[in-house]
């Protein structure tokens, strides 16, 4: 785990690759276990893969996510209230694990 500096975040992909990949697949693997994989996947792939995290400091993250969640999705026919209601869950866990990876809980 590398210290976390909330300047350094700003350039986050060059100083922080490595966390956020390791945060993001801690999140996908905890919806994975929880919800129809199926659906993680396609949001995973279609959605977050274009999300972008910010830090809004005192410990906390945000996670922006692309215009229009539900559009993006392929292949996967999911109601858009069930479709909400897991990608809510997914942006938690992300924000949790961003936490915890940076040891800011």
């Known amino acids: 785990m590398a210290d976390f500096d909330p300047e350094k975040f700003e350039d986050k992909y060059?100083?922080?690759?490595?966390?956020l990949q390791?945060?993001?697949?801690?999140?996908?693997?905890?919806?994975?276990?929880r919800y129809d994989s199926q659906l993680v996947h396609a949001i995973d792939?279609?959605?977050l893969n274009e999300s972008?995290?910010?830090?809004?400091?005192d410990g906390e993250f945000?996670?922006?996510l692309p215009d229009d969640p539900h559009g993006?999705?392929?292949?996967?026919?999911?109601?858009?209230?069930?479709?909400?209601?897991?990608?809510?869950?997914?942006?938690?866990e992300i924000e949790t694990e961003l936490q915890r990876v940076f040891g800011l809980v």
């Open 45 to 47: 792939q279609q959605v």
């Open 22 to 33: 390791q945060a993001y697949k801690n999140a996908f693997n905890r919806m994975n276990d």
């Open 14 to 19: 060059a100083n922080y690759f490595p966390e």
């Open 52 to 57: 972008e995290p910010f830090y809004e400091g």
């Open 62 to 64: 945000r996670i922006e």
């Open 72 to 92: 993006r999705l392929s292949d996967v026919l999911v109601e858009e209230e069930r479709f909400e209601t897991v990608l809510e869950a997914h942006v938690e």
